[in-house]
C-alpha cells in the first residue's frame, strides 16, 4: 500500500463522513487479519500492526515466546534462533519480529481488503443510525427515488428513508425525483442496515412545518398547544402566546394567509383550522369547533361537554362525516356531543314536563289512598311542591335563560359582522 493508496482512502472516508484515526485502525486490523490467513496463526493476540499515515509503509509485528521446543510456530521461537538475534537471550523472553506486508499471499490481499470493507460499512452505519436517532421528531428533505404498492423509498442525503403505507397522506402522489419534506420518526434495522422511517401524515409533520414558517413560533413567542390530524383531509391546531400585544392565530395565518398557505401546499391542499387555545375549556372547545359557531357549552365530570349551536350550524359544526366534531375533541380532550338549538329547548321542555308529571303521579297515588282528608287539602298542596325537584326545574328554566342570552349575543356578533363585511365592500367598490 502506498501513498496514493492512503490520500485515496481519505478521500473515501471523508465521503463516508469517517475520521481518518478510525480508518487506519481498520488497516491495521486488516493487516492483522490478514496475518492470520497467510499463516494460519490460531490466534492474533501477538500481533500488531502499525501504518505510517504520510508514507503509507506498512509493518506488522510478531511476539514469540523463547521455548526449547517449538510447540506453535506462530506463538513460539526456538532458543537458538531467538540467540541468532541476541545472545542475551533465554527461555521464556518475548522476542518481537518485524513482517513485510507485501511478502503476503494473493489470499491474505483479498482478506485484507474484504476486513477493510466491512469495517468502512459497519462504521458508516453506526454514523447513519447514531445521525438520524439524533433527527427524531425533525424535518427532513428529501427525492422519491421509487415507490411500490406498500412503501416509497426516499433519498434523505446520507441515507434511505422508507414512507410506509401508514405514513402516507392521500393527497401526495410521490413521482419520481419528487422533492418533499419528511418528518422523521425513528431509525429501525433491515438486513442488518440501519433503516430510517419517516412520515407525512403524522400530526407532528403539520407542527413542524408551522414551525419552520413561523419566526415567532421558534423564538417561543407563539406556541403550539394541540394538534389534531387527519391526514390528506384536515389538520386543527391550537395556538397560544403570553405576549397580550402578539395575535397567535394571526401570527401563523400571516400576511394574506402566506405562512398558512405555505403549509397548505407543502401538505397539497390539505385544510388547516388554526384556532386560539384557552385555559377556559368552555372557551376552548367553542373555538376548537371553528368555523361553526357555539351559543352555549354545558361541561360533564365523565369529560364530556354539551354544546349547542344554532340550527343552520348544525352540520357545520358536525362536519363532513362528524369530522368537524371529532377533530374538536381530540384537540381539546373532551368528548363533544353537540345538539341543534331547538332540539336543545325541545329536551329542557320534556325535561320540565317529566318533573310535573311526577310530582303529578305522587298526589294521584295520595288521591287513591283510602286514609286520604279532604280537610286535608293544605297538606296536598304542601305535599305537591315538595314532590317537585325545584332545584332541576330552576336549572332549566336558567339554561333556557341563558339560552337566549347566548343567543342574542351571537345574532349580534353575526350582525356586526355582516356590517363590517358591507362595509368593507362599499370601501373596495
Known amino acids: 500500500?502506498?501513498?496514493?493508496?492512503?490520500?485515496?482512502?481519505?478521500?473515501?472516508?471523508?465521503?463516508?463522513?469517517?475520521?481518518?484515526?478510525?480508518?487506519?485502525?481498520?488497516?491495521?486490523?486488516?493487516?492483522?487479519?490478514?496475518?492470520?490467513?497467510?499463516?494460519?496463526?490460531?490466534?492474533?493476540?501477538?500481533?500488531?500492526?502499525?501504518?505510517?499515515?504520510?508514507?503509507?509503509?506498512?509493518?506488522?509485528?510478531?511476539?514469540?515466546?523463547?521455548?526449547?521446543?517449538?510447540?506453535?510456530?506462530?506463538?513460539?521461537?526456538?532458543?537458538?534462533?531467538?540467540?541468532?538475534?541476541?545472545?542475551?537471550?533465554?527461555?521464556?523472553?518475548?522476542?518481537?519480529?518485524?513482517?513485510?506486508?507485501?511478502?503476503?499471499?494473493?489470499?491474505?490481499?483479498?482478506?485484507?481488503?474484504?476486513?477493510?470493507?466491512?469495517?468502512?460499512?459497519?462504521?458508516?452505519?453506526?454514523?447513519?443510525?447514531?445521525?438520524?436517532?439524533d433527527r427524531v421528531g425533525e424535518i427532513a428533505y428529501g427525492v422519491v427515488q421509487r415507490k411500490d404498492r406498500r412503501e416509497v423509498i426516499v433519498d434523505i442525503g446520507r441515507a434511505e428513508a422508507v414512507l410506509t403505507k401508514h405514513e402516507q397522506s392521500r393527497q401526495d402522489n410521490y413521482d419520481f425525483n419528487q422533492r418533499m419534506r419528511f418528518y422523521i420518526l425513528r431509525v429501525d434495522e433491515r438486513h442488518g442496515r440501519p433503516i430510517v422511517l419517516v412520515s407525512r401524515s403524522h400530526p407532528n409533520f403539520v407542527r413542524r412545518l408551522f414551525e419552520q414558517e413561523v419566526p415567532e413560533i421558534t423564538s417561543d413567542v407563539v406556541e403550539i398547544v394541540t394538534v389534531a390530524r387527519e391526514a390528506g383531509s384536515r389538520t386543527k391546531i391550537s395556538v397560544r402566546s403570553d405576549d397580550p400585544n402578539v395575535d397567535a392565530v394571526g401570527s401563523c395565518v400571516g400576511q394574506r394567509g402566506m405562512r398558512v398557505q405555505n403549509v397548505i401546499d407543502e401538505l397539497n391542499g390539505e385544510k388547516i383550522d388554526i384556532v386560539e387555545w384557552d385555559e377556559d375549556p368552555i372557551v376552548f372547545i367553542s373555538n376548537a369547533l371553528s368555523p361553526a359557531k357555539v351559543i352555549s357549552v354545558d361541561l360533564f365530570e365523565d369529560g364530556t361537554a354539551r354544546v349547542v349551536v344554532p340550527d343552520h350550524q348544525l352540520s357545520l359544526a358536525i362536519g363532513r362525516s362528524g369530522q368537524n366534531a371529532r377533530l374538536a375533541a381530540r384537540l381539546t380532550g373532551w368528548k363533544i356531543d353537540i345538539e341543534s338549538e331547538s332540539e336543545y329547548r325541545e329536551n329542557k321542555e320534556i325535561e320540565l314536563l317529566s318533573h310535573f308529571d311526577d310530582a303529578l303521579a305522587n298526589q294521584d297515588e295520595a288521591l287513591q289512598d283510602d286514609d286520604y282528608d279532604n280537610d286535608d287539602e293544605d297538606d296536598f298542596s304542601d305535599q305537591f311542591e315538595q314532590d317537585l325537584d325545584m332545584a332541576a326545574i330552576d336549572k332549566a328554566f336558567a339554561d333556557l335563560d341563558q339560552l337566549d342570552v347566548m343567543d342574542e349575543q351571537s345574532e349580534t356578533e353575526d350582525f356586526d359582522e355582516n356590517q363590517t363585511d358591507e362595509t368593507s365592500d362599499t370601501h373596495e367598490n
Do not use: C
Open 1 to 133: 500500500m502506498n501513498a496514493e493508496l492512503i490520500e485515496s482512502l481519505r478521500m473515501l472516508a471523508k465521503e463516508r463522513g469517517i475520521e481518518e484515526e478510525q480508518l487506519f485502525e481498520f488497516i491495521e486490523e486488516a493487516l492483522v487479519a490478514a496475518y492470520k490467513r497467510e499463516f494460519n496463526a490460531k490466534t492474533t493476540d501477538n500481533v500488531r500492526a502499525e501504518v505510517d499515515q504520510e508514507t503509507g509503509e506498512m509493518r506488522v509485528f510478531v511476539t514469540r515466546t523463547v521455548v526449547e521446543e517449538i510447540a506453535d510456530p506462530n506463538a513460539e521461537v526456538s532458543l537458538e534462533d531467538a540467540k541468532a538475534f541476541s545472545e542475551d537471550f533465554e527461555i521464556g523472553d518475548m522476542l518481537e519480529f518485524q513482517l513485510s506486508p507485501q511478502d503476503f499471499g494473493r489470499l491474505a490481499a483479498q482478506q485484507s481488503k474484504s476486513v477493510i470493507n466491512q469495517r468502512l460499512a459497519q462504521a458508516e452505519r453506526e454514523i447513519i443510525h447514531r445521525e438520524f436517532s
